[in-house]
């Protein structure tokens, strides 16, 4: 089917809209003809994106979320219902980044991309599924997983793992929603970007230099390597592009770059079918991107 078709007219709220894929899926839910609901915690960026869109003629309203708190979340969906409209799709974006060795990694770090890419998408699902059932409705979740939801990469242990739990929510959701006999207007979706243009690797957690022999080196050396592909990094419109084509035709995992973030599942499905150790690429065929 075409995107359009599927979406459009419909509402669309995204968290960590204010950049990244975030805006690249607003911006393009936009031109789709969605109503948009922006939230974030980056309040100036998200009321530029509302401003942009509307001065184009749409419809949008920016919302400041800390998807950390449930409270918020619930309060999210509750606007939404009562002042915006049915939701038609559910993007449960927001994520940060984090570098360094897994035990240099700060407490407070370690939480915070837990509590964001995590539990963030559980509060999401929580405050909205139960509104998108009853209105019974066609209705899209597209949780943010990622290429690193398929592949083990040192120096980033804590978003490689909320990555991988994202996924297998995901997975486990779509089992549960078809067990539960909504699947007929109820389609969940996980979302695999590879390499896309974001701020996500300058605001990643490093960690504390002041912490008993805590490799900093390391950890920014990492950043940097991560930095420098940033410039190869696909567009985030194109990016969105190829989600909301690919969720249109019914995909269930959604990939912005099929060819490269196939060849991670590979890798991944071989590991895991060969019993083989994940090892350690060579400097000199070390290609973050792939990643």
């Given at each position: ?6 979406f ?9 809209a ?20 922006l ?11 509302r401003?942009e ?19 918020a979340?619930?309060?999210l ?25 897994l ?7 370690w939480?915070?991309v ?53 996924l ?20 969940v ?45 696909l ?22 770059q ?30 973050p991107?792939?990643?």
């Open positions: 089917m075409i995107p359009r078709d599927v459009g007219g419909g509402v669309a709220v995204i968290t960590g204010a950049a990244g894929i975030g805006a690249g899926l607003a911006r393009h839910a936009h031109r789709l003809g969605m109503s948009l609901v939230a974030d915690v980056d309040s100036a960026a998200i009321a530029a994106l401003d869109v509307t001065a184009d003629g749409g419809t949008a309203v920016d919302v400041v979320c800390d998807v950390r708190d449930p409270a979340v619930d309060a969906a509750e606007h939404t219902y009562r002042d915006v409209g049915p939701v038609r799709l559910l993007v449960n974006n927001a994520g940060v980044e984090q570098f360094g060795y035990w240099d990694t700060p407490v407070t770090n939480n915070r837990m509590d964001i890419n995590v539990s963030g998408v559980f509060h999401g699902v929580r405050s909205f599924l139960p509104k998108m059932i009853a209105a019974r409705t066609p209705a899209w979740v597209w949780n943010l997983s990622s290429i690193g939801g398929v592949a083990a990469v040192p120096l980033q242990t804590p978003y490689i793992v909320s990555k991988h739990a994202v297998a929510l995901t997975e486990c959701l779509r089992l549960e929603v078809e067990l539960a006999g909504h699947a007929d207007h109820i389609h979706q996980a979302v695999l970007p590879g390499a896309v243009k974001s701020n996500i690797f300058e605001a990643a957690g490093g960690v504390d230099a002041d912490g008993a022999g805590a490799d900093v080196t390391a950890a920014e050396s990492q950043r940097e390597a991560m930095l420098d592909i940033k410039a190869g990094a567009d985030p419109l194109e990016a969105a592009e190829a989600v909301f084509a690919q969720s249109a035709q019914g995909g269930f995992y959604l990939l912005t099929p060819e490269q973030v196939r060849s991670a599942m590979a890798e991944r499905a071989k590991v895991l079918t060969t019993l083989v150790p994940p090892q350690l690429r060579s400097q000199s065929r070390f290609d991107a792939k990643l």
